[in-house]
């Protein structure tokens, strides 16, 4: 089976790929899709359904639906938030730009750049999420947070488009400071409940079994 990963971030197809060995994984540069997908939606389910419908759209239309002559028998899309409890769930689906944010995620702010003598520098929005997450908890005893992660593939059955769509969670909380150079995101913050260690620090094949795109990928499998 060969399906389309609604996404060219690096480090997503690699855990995709590593956790469906036995699946073709194509990315959006793979098939020719280049343009950028406004995640508009207000809910984890709702972006992760309009990337999934963007793709399978553009692919109903364009020759790009085969590569090599393989034919793609459907597209999937992900969406993944960090919920942290003392923040009533936030940031929620606002996850990766939260740096961009007020703490609570309710309004957005002018700082993507830093100014220095060689002008206006681009933040690391990865490093600042998670120097945010500490900050926002530090003397907070309430450090519990889980990551979901929604998945929703598109695929054609008995002739018509046919939408599953699942999720994973896994729980855990907010470490104090950044511990482990592995993973991305937010895995140098996030300890998962079990665990004394961080999603950086475990080895790739734990940290993909129990993590929350894990469990939503083989919830996916069981059905496709």
């Not at 359904?49 to 999937?76: C, P, R, Y």
């Amino acid at each position: 089976m060969t399906l389309v990963f609604a996404s060219n971030n690096a480090h997503k197809l690699s855990e995709v790929r590593q956790i469906m060995p036995n699946t073709h994984i194509l990315s959006l540069e793979e098939i020719g899709f280049l343009s950028e997908i406004d995640e508009t939606g207000s809910t984890l389910d709702e972006n992760s359904m309009l990337k999934a419908q963007t793709v399978w759209e553009w692919l109903l239309h364009n020759s790009a639906s085969k590569t090599n002559n393989i034919t793609i028998d459907g597209v999937f899309a992900d969406d993944t938030g960090l919920e942290i409890d003392a923040l009533n769930g936030a940031p929620g689906v606002y996850t990766a730009r939260w740096y961009m944010m007020e703490d609570d995620g309710s309004q957005m702010l002018d700082v993507r750049c830093q100014m220095s003598d060689g002008g206006c520098q681009i933040l690391d929005g990865a490093g600042q999420n998670r120097a945010k997450a500490i900050r926002v908890l530090a003397g907070n005893t309430n450090r519990g947070a889980q990551f979901r992660t929604v998945i929703t593939l598109i695929r054609m059955e008995n002739g018509a488009p046919y939408t599953i769509q699942v999720e994973g969670v896994v729980r855990g909380y907010i470490a104090e400071k950044e511990y482990g150079n592995g993973g991305f995101g937010y895995d140098p913050v996030f300890i998962p409940e079990g665990y004394d260690k961080t999603f950086a620090e475990l080895p790739a094949e734990i940290k993909n079994s129990i993590s929350h795109r894990g469990r939503a990928l083989a919830a996916l499998v069981q059905q496709i």
